[in-house]
Nanobody, 128 residues
Framework: VQLQASGGGSVQAGASLRLSCITS????????IAWFRQGPGTEREFVSAINWNGDRTTTAPLLKGRFTSTRDNAGSVAFLQMNGLLPEDTAIYYC??????????????????????WGPGTLVTVSS
């Protein structure tokens, strides 16, 4: 499986962005997709995730209500919708893939160390 994230850019506080993660590979649509971000001098942190068929999502508690994961019908593209962006959202955003990350019930916030498949990041810069 290969991943390619895009959609980053420089925006003003309060703006919205939608990041895309294009997956490729024979079985790529069977993978759960997670988004992580890493700001300057910080550890890579979990943002949001969606399971392989799009019927389960999870978002970091502090970002819930502003950030949402979705997926296209074919399952080959995952999206991260980011609304009400703040300067502290400035980071490089990465998508990662793994099978069976999200459980069938309950909240689960994976760590970046659980993933071996990563795409190159896309930079989001939010100015005040």
């Amino acid at each position: 499986v290969q991943l390619q994230a895009s959609g980053g850019g420089s925006v003003q506080a309060g703006a919205s962005l939608r990041l895309s993660c294009i997956t490729s590979g024979r079985t790529s649509s069977r993978y759960d997709i997670a988004w992580f971000r890493q700001g300057p001098g910080t550890e890579r942190e979990f943002v949001s995730a969606i399971n392989w068929n799009g019927d389960r999502t999870t978002t970091a508690p502090l970002l819930k209500g502003r950030f949402t994961s979705t997926r296209d019908n074919a399952g080959s593209v995952a999206f991260l919708q980011m609304n009400g962006l703040l300067p502290e959202d400035t980071a490089i955003y990465y998508c990662a893939a793994k099978e069976f990350v999200l459980p069938s019930r309950g909240n689960y916030y994976p760590r970046w160390t659980e993933f071996q498949i990563w795409g190159p990041g896309t930079l989001v810069t939010v100015s005040s």
